[in-house]
């Protein structure tokens, strides 16, 4: 029994624990921005994408042999699908508004972070998580100064 412990490869739950802090950090800043889908959904989504590419990865390894790589891409593929139709349920249209756009965007990005990890690419992944953050939170900023530049505006015109 010792010996299945000494010789574990414990890369792929490092790898889900990571996916599950990434996701987490830009699913506070959806919470703190007071959004339906918060931490728990991002970290679900991004440790879900890991936990596909994770098993798709033992699979072709164990199983497929190296020339059935491209059965990753597929599992990458179905993944975005998936996300997909998550983010389209939260995408929202009523009084001439669209909303959760944001939201849906963040979960796709989440789900590509996950892959990303998944796939052993934690410094590309945890730069995507930073400039995610960037784009909520900083972007937010200059676009609500840009319409509130454009109102004015608007209004010295009329």
Known sequence: MDSFFLSYNYEPILQLIIALVLGSLIGI???????????????????????FVIIARILTSNYLGP?????????????????????????????????GLTTAAGLWVSAAIGVAVGMGFYIISTVAVLLTLFTLRVLYSFEEKAKEFTHVKDNQIK
Request: proline share 0%; hydrophobic share 50%; net charge positive.
């Open 67 to 99: 020339n059935d790589a491209d059965a990753i891409l597929r599992v990458v593929a179905s993944i975005v699908s998936g996300i997909g139709f998550i983010g389209a349920g939260l995408i929202i249209f009523g009084n001439q508004e669209v909303r």
């Open 29 to 51: 800043e959806r919470s703190i921005a007071g959004k339906t889908a918060g931490m728990r959904t991002f970290a679900l989504v991004s440790l879900g994408a890991t936990l």
